[in-house]
Structure formats: structure tokens, C-alpha cells
């Protein structure tokens, strides 16, 4: 899938799927166009993600990569305009049934999202998700009515060599209130 040269796989104690080890957000992607079937599988299973009320806030806005390249920070779009394409995620913020605030949407929407890119890795799709970009000029770029944007995703096909990242580990992530 992305094994190359340099490619190491983090660990696991407790044996947990490869998927979740191998992946990584990769910044060199091969010149690949991305299937319109995949790119509707990866699309609908960030669809099938649990959300409060079962609202489903999230919005994918596709486009022209060169309209998300110019809402990216100067560094994320050097590197960027290699991927297949980059696409934005949204969400709505208040629950469409009472327009109330629904203070779960961003929670939800990252939901979504990490469904997206294992279906996307499971089909030897890299994902890169970007916080560095303009999300004012992103609302009036796409003319986004009423939604909250979070990330642009860069996603493509790599053969990028890769250190995996340490993770911190359980007793640093998990705070155990539970008696023993």
C-alpha cells in the first residue's frame, strides 16, 4: 500500500488493525488521478458516521484544486498542488430540526472525516487533512452559507518514505478514575 524504502510501521501491544499503524498524512503525492468510484467510497463512508441526533453536520465541498490552493497557507500549498485533489470539510452548526446550536458539529464532522481517510488508506489513498488555511477567504470562496470550515484534505497516492511519528502512550492519553 504505501511501503517504500525508509516506510516503518508503528506498534501495537494490544493488536489493533494495521490500518490504523500504517497510516500517515503524506506530503509528496504521484501525478494520479483519483477515481470518481473511490472517491465516492471514501465520500460515502465518512456518510455512514455517527453523529448526535444522528444530524450528519458534515459538508464536503469539492472544486477546482487551484480555488483551494488559494485559500492554503504559502507552505501548505507548495506541497499541496502535488495531491489528485483537495477538497474542504464543513459542517453545519445548528441542528436542523430546532436550529438550535448543536455544540457537537466539529466533534461530528472530525467523526466523518477519519471514516474518510481509513476507507481511503484501505484503498491505497493517502490522506492529508490541513488546518493551515484562510477560512474567511474559504466562507467567500465557496460562498459558504451557514457552514463552519475545518480542514482542507489533501488526498492522492504516495510513495513518500516515512519515519512514523511516536504516539503518546495509554498512561499518557488516559486518565482512569475507575477503582481497582
Not at 28 to 46: I, R
Amino acid at each position: 500500500m504505501f511501503l517504500s524504502k525508509g516506510w516503518q510501521m508503528r506498534s501495537t501491544e494490544y493488536g489493533i488493525d494495521d490500518l490504523f499503524l500504517k497510516r500517515f498524512s503524506p506530503k509528496q503525492f504521484v501525478k494520479k488521478p483519483l477515481g470518481e468510484k473511490d472517491l465516492c467510497a471514501v465520500l460515502e463512508a465518512a456518510m455512514t458516521a455517527p453523529s448526535c441526533f444522528n444530524e450528519q453536520p458534515w459538508r464536503f465541498v469539492l472544486g477546482e484544486k487551484e480555488d483551494f490552493l488559494e485559500i492554503l497557507s504559502t507552505k501548505n500549498a507548495e506541497w499541496a498542488t502535488s495531491a489528485s485533489m483537495l477538497m474542504l470539510l464543513c459542517s453545519t452548526q445548528t441542528f436542523a430540526y430546532n436550529r438550535k446550536p448543536n455544540r457537537w458539529h466539529a466533534f461530528d464532522s472530525g467523526t466523518a472525516m477519519a471514516f474518510l481517510i481509513f476507507e481511503a488508506y484501505k484503498r491505497g489513498i493517502a490522506v492529508h487533512p490541513m488546518g493551515g488555511f484562510s477560512t474567511e477567504r474559504a466562507k467567500e470562496h465557496f460562498g459558504l452559507m451557514g457552514l463552519e470550515p475545518h480542514a482542507v484534505l489533501a488526498l492522492g497516492y504516495t510513495e513518500e518514505s516515512h519515519t512514523m511519528t511516536p504516539r503518546l502512550g495509554l498512561d499518557e492519553i488516559v486518565i482512569d478514575r475507575r477503582e481497582t
